[in-house]
């Protein structure tokens, strides 16, 4: 199984940037995908997840209404539209996958996620 995030790097506040996550692997249709982030000195967080249709998705509060997440399962890819970023945003971001019954919703606990990415660093400048 690979998990491969991409999309990141340096934007001005106010900016937008769109984050990718290309699994590899497994079958995609069977997982529901959660975006999290980690702040340097801070724990992972969550951030924003979606369901194996794409149809439910959830989103943390500082997130709401600046971030989009969604996928394409015809190719085995979930992103992250971020706009109006804020300096505060600043962090490495990670994909995870959680295997997933139906068209139930992983919650935000990042300790029941089967797989992870290997992160993507976000740089949000004032």
Do not use: H
């Not at 001005?12 to 975006?35: H, I, K």
């Not at 998705?57 to 997440?69: M, N, S």
């Not at 919650?107 to 660093?121: A, F, H, V």
């Amino acid at each position: 199984v690979q998990l491969q995030a991409s999309g990141g790097g340096m934007v001005q506040a106010g900016g937008s940037l769109r984050l990718s996550c290309a699994a590899s692997g497994l079958t995609f249709t069977f997982y529901g995908v959660g975006w999290f982030r980690q702040a340097p000195g801070k724990e992972r967080e969550f951030v924003a997840v979606i369901n194996r249709s794409g149809g439910s998705t959830i989103y943390a509060d500082p997130v709401k209404g600046r971030f989009t997440i969604s996928r394409d399962n015809d190719k085995n890819t979930v992103y992250l539209q971020m706009d109006s970023l804020e300096p505060e945003d600043t962090a490495v971001y990670y994909c995870g996958l959680k295997r997933v019954i139906s068209s139930v919703i992983p919650g935000p606990e990042r300790s029941i996620y089967d797989y992870w990415g290997q992160g993507t660093l976000v740089t949000v400048s004032s």
